[in-house]
């Protein structure tokens, strides 16, 4: 998954990193012209503080710019937020009551080189909030998301700018622009119409009350989530209760249980998903369904990390700023700048998706509740049995289970040898470890990219294992956006929440962590292969239903035969996987894809049913709600839960795939369309990563998504190379 960098302001304002001080993008000092974002006496005491000690108050001196891990303590972030805050008011205002006539260069480029401070601060915040939070910066979340939503709406619907932008658009065929020019100014004018730049008066201090209600309520759900999936973790008091587990596994959740003061009993800490890691090997019903039922229900205790009021909230201010904004819907204002463009697109898409699943999980469900009365079961198949029993079903007709194969996935060897081997063949990249740059978490690692002609390329973070302090799933983000306008290159990282091996032991893993590991490595090169002039169009700053597809696409080397064979090795004997094993896995590969695809389809049709609601239709029950937008959507299959419930479905009320959930699906379309072009034209090769490279993951948002899709492919995308790979063409 792409993260969402929530606290940083939309458009340009903040998409930069190369200032040597508070000084407005001229060198003219912020404190001139600038007034505090906010009157409170917080921020005003948080601004006093703000000096030349502070770790963002200039670039870091570090390789390519990266943040000085070492030197950043909780509370420097703070005051260099509110700072932030006051320099790019400051810079925006100079530029929207410039006299001179807007031109190119002192209206858009002017806005690309402001809020430089705040930008440093706000990606470094984001990266520890998601991957190593702690009730300090949680609290400095909530203290500030209502003054950085006002900063973004004071530039957003500032008027005095927006004309600025009105009159170059008007007159764009004469400015003689170059294509990424003329995209970045289309950006900046329909983004700032979007965001409510033709509001009157007073609806535009409407969209900012609601605004700001919206800022703090999605901060309330991140954190209200966060505690909820740390207080769900299930407490085991019985070793027998754990029947079916592996001693390191065992020894892995005993260990939890003493990091939380529980020595003697076991932990089963919560996974981002509806169904959990661990359900697929523990023997005990009883423990399954407990485990299920805590994931589950999570956030509805009724408690103060209770969602349900949080979530109906937030929908209902979303449906008030569409409404506003002249939108039948919240998804039909923001699908506007999608590829997809409108909700009815996707509902028609997904309408060619869930029958299919829903098919194919149908036999699967047959196939597992057979099983289950063969191996003397006598219950109706649950949620919480499907993982289990479809294990012994993999077993029993691919003799294939997961403990066969992670002794040949140990973590770095699939990193060294599989992950940055698939990116040397594909478009000449080589890494190197290097321990001298700080880190904010002692297991994250470090290395220098360097590109095909030996030039330095990127910094790659990677943060693998789960802590009770980060966020569940898997991500990628920047701590530095590449520019050529403000010489900066891309300082990327990947988060995700792999179990950690006791001391002196390996990561052996899933098969379905090592394709986590490709896809997120997907995103990272589509970050490190930006090369855009201007930091709001570059790298992965594309559309939420384009930002997907170089990720899912990247997943398909995972079982390409030369890299896989490079990296599938055993970590005791350094031997090579035996080709009967092989090839047990790739015939299982369309495995329970029907309950796969089901999952996910479900989750993305909640989401879209939320995000199509007016005011006045917003429910008072979540869970009946829910219940309900399932039942209707032609799949719902009670033995098939949705890989997110709306209480804990992080991706649509804090993550910024708010009508937006689809987006994996569509990319994934996209994905099997251009690997279908790979297969057809020789597979993995350098000539193919790098037309690959040069027609879709350098080129940012610099294009119209269709065209460059178009461009690549031949032809626009189609469903059919994607229903097939699934296996979602026939019911077995």
């Known amino acids: 998954m792409f993260k969402t960098l929530t606290y940083s302001l939309l458009g340009a304002a903040v998409m930069a990193a190369a200032t040597s001080g508070p000084v407005l993008a001229d060198g003219t000092p912020a404190a001139s012209t600038a007034t505090a974002p906010s009157a409170s006496t917080r921020a005003a005491a948080q601004l006093a503080l703000f000096n030349s000690s502070n770790p963002f108050y200039a670039p870091s001196s570090l390789s390519l710019q990266a943040p000085p891990w070492d030197k950043i303590k909780d509370g420097d972030y703070e005051p260099a937020m509110y700072a932030g805050m006051k320099q790019v008011l400051a810079e925006v205002d100079q530029i929207a009551n410039n006299p001179a006539a807007p031109t190119f260069d002192n209206t858009i480029v002017a806005m690309e080189k402001t809020g430089q401070l705040l930008n440093r601060v706000t990606l470094a915040f984001n990266t520890v909030t998601g991957a190593n939070t702690d009730d300090t910066l949680q609290q400095i979340q909530e203290d500030t998301a209502s003054d950085l939503q006002a900063t973004q709406d004071a530039i957003n619907l500032n008027s005095k700018l927006f004309a600025r932008y009105q009159a170059l658009y008007d007159q764009r065929a004469?400015?003689?622009?170059?294509?990424?020019?003329?995209?970045?100014?289309?950006?900046?004018?329909?983004?700032?119409?979007?965001?409510?730049?033709?509001?009157?008066?007073?609806?535009?201090?409407?969209?900012?009350?609601?605004?700001?209600?919206?800022?703090?309520?999605?901060?309330?759900?991140?954190?209200?989530?966060?505690?909820?999936?740390?207080?769900?973790?299930?407490?085991?008091?019985?070793?027998?209760?754990?029947?079916?587990?592996?001693?390191?596994?065992?020894?892995?959740?005993?260990?939890?249980?003493?990091?939380?003061?529980?020595?003697?009993?076991?932990?089963?800490?919560?996974?981002?998903?509806?169904?959990?890691?661990?359900?697929?090997?523990?023997?005990?019903?009883a423990t399954r369904e407990k485990l299920f039922k805590a994931s589950w229900t999570r956030t509805e205790h009724g408690d103060a990390n209770d969602t349900r009021a949080t979530i109906l909230a937030i929908a209902k201010v979303r449906a008030e700023k569409a409404q506003l904004m002249g939108y039948a819907n919240y998804a039909a204002w923001k699908l506007q700048d999608q590829m997809a463009k409108t909700p009815e697109a996707v509902d028609k898409f997904l309408g060619q998706l869930i029958p299919a699943a829903a098919a194919r999980a149908r036999v699967e469900a047959a196939d597992i509740q057979a099983m289950i009365d063969k191996t003397g079961g006598h219950f109706k198949l649950e949620p919480w049995d499907w993982e289990y029993y479809a294990e012994k079903v993999r077993k029993a007709k691919y003799d294939l289970d997961d403990a066969q194969v992670r002794p040949y996935f140990e973590l770095n060897n699939v990193l060294q040898n599989g992950v940055f081997y698939a990116a040397n063949q594909l478009y000449g990249l080589t890494f190197k470890e290097r321990h001298d740059l700080p880190v904010y978490q002692p297991d994250v690692r470090v290395f220098d990219v360097f590109d095909k002609d030996g030039k330095q390329l990127a910094i790659w973070y990677c943060d693998y294992f789960k802590r009770d302090n980060k966020q569940g799933g898997a991500w990628m983000s920047n701590m530095v956006n590449q520019s050529k306008l403000l010489g900066t290159q891309p300082v990327v990282y990947n988060v995700a929440n792999f179990q950690k091996p006791a001391s002196g032991q390996p990561a052996l893993l899933s098969f379905g962590d090592v394709t986590t590991m490709f896809h997120e490595f997907g995103h990272a090169l589509h970050g490190m292969f930006a090369e855009q002039e201007y930091p709001t169009l570059s790298g992965t700053n594309v559309a939420r239903d384009f930002v997907e597809f170089p990720s899912q696409f990247n997943e398909n080397w995972a079982l390409d035969p030369k890299v896989f064979a490079h990296y599938a090795v055993n970590y005791k004997t350094h031997k090579p996987m035996p080709k009967a094993l092989v090839a047990k896995i790739k015939k299982a590969a369309k495995f329970n894809k029907g309950y796969d695809s089901l999952e996910a389809y479900e989750a993305a049709f909640l989401d879209m049913q939320w995000h199509e609601l007016t005011p006045d239709q917003i429910p008072t029950d979540v869970d009946a709600f829910q219940n309900a937008a399932l039942a209707k959507d032609g799949g719902d299959l009670p033995q098939v839960p949705s890989r997110y419930s709306s209480t804990y479905f992080a991706h649509i009320w804090s993550n910024g795939y708010a009508a937006g959930y689809y987006a994996y699906a569509w990319t994934q379309m996209l994905d099997h369309d251009a690997y279908s072009w790979f297969k057809e034209n020789g597979g993995l090769s350098r000539a193919n990563g790098q037309r690959f490279r040069d027609m879709i993951l350098s080129r940012g948002n610099t294009e119209d998504y269709g065209t460059m899709f178009k461009a690549f492919r031949g032809r626009d995308p189609s469903i059919a190379p994607m229903l097939e790979d699934l296996g979602l063409t026939d019911k077995h």
């Open 174 to 285: 004469s400015l003689k622009l170059d294509p990424e020019q003329a995209k970045l100014l289309d950006y900046y004018y329909t983004e700032a119409v979007l965001a409510g730049a033709k509001l009157s008066d007073a609806d535009k201090e409407r969209l900012k009350k609601l605004n700001g209600e919206e800022a703090d309520l999605v901060t309330k759900f991140q954190n209200q989530l966060l505690a909820a999936t740390k207080a769900g973790a299930v407490v085991i008091d019985h070793k027998s209760e754990l029947a079916g587990l592996n001693q390191t596994q065992i020894e892995s959740l005993a260990r939890a249980a003493e990091s939380r003061g529980l020595k003697g009993k076991w932990v089963i800490s919560l996974q981002n998903t509806t169904q959990q890691p661990l359900l697929q090997f523990l023997s005990d019903r």
